[in-house]
């Protein structure tokens, strides 16, 4: 399993729009398969960047999902709101403290 980090820097007034995309497809990405978990969270100091946080199975799983049709549709309408290029990692836990 990996983690998928990804950043998305919005302008302001269209984030209540993306938020409520998100709402309606949230767990469509949540259960597609090989993604086992997904969170989002909003920058304290920048409230225009969101951050998405996933774990998959496999690389093969992501690419799988990348080039579906729901995340075909989730990009198109999510890229239209941004205010600066995404950046995105795919990493590898080390540590974990409870």
């Known amino acids: ?3 998928r ?3 998305l820097s919005f302008h302001e007034e269209k984030i209540p729009e993306f938020l ?3 709402e309606t497809v949230k767990n469509q990405i949540r259960n597609f398969p090989g ?3 997904l969170e989002m969270y909003r920058d304290k100091d920048n409230p225009c960047i969101i951050f998405t946080y996933s774990i998959w199975n496999d690389v ?7 080039h579906s049709d729901l995340f075909k549709e989730v990009w198109a309408y999510t ?3 941004f205010n600066a290029k995404p950046e995105a ?3 590898d836990k080390i540590a974990s403290l409870p």
Do not use: C, G
């Open 60 to 66: 093969a799983d992501l690419e799988n999902y990348r």
């Open 20 to 22: 409520e995309h998100f």
């Open 5 to 7: 980090i990804v950043k």
């Open 35 to 37: 993604n086992n978990f």
């Open 89 to 91: 990692w795919s990493v």
């Open 79 to 81: 890229k239209q709101h």
């Open 1 to 3: 399993m990996f983690i």
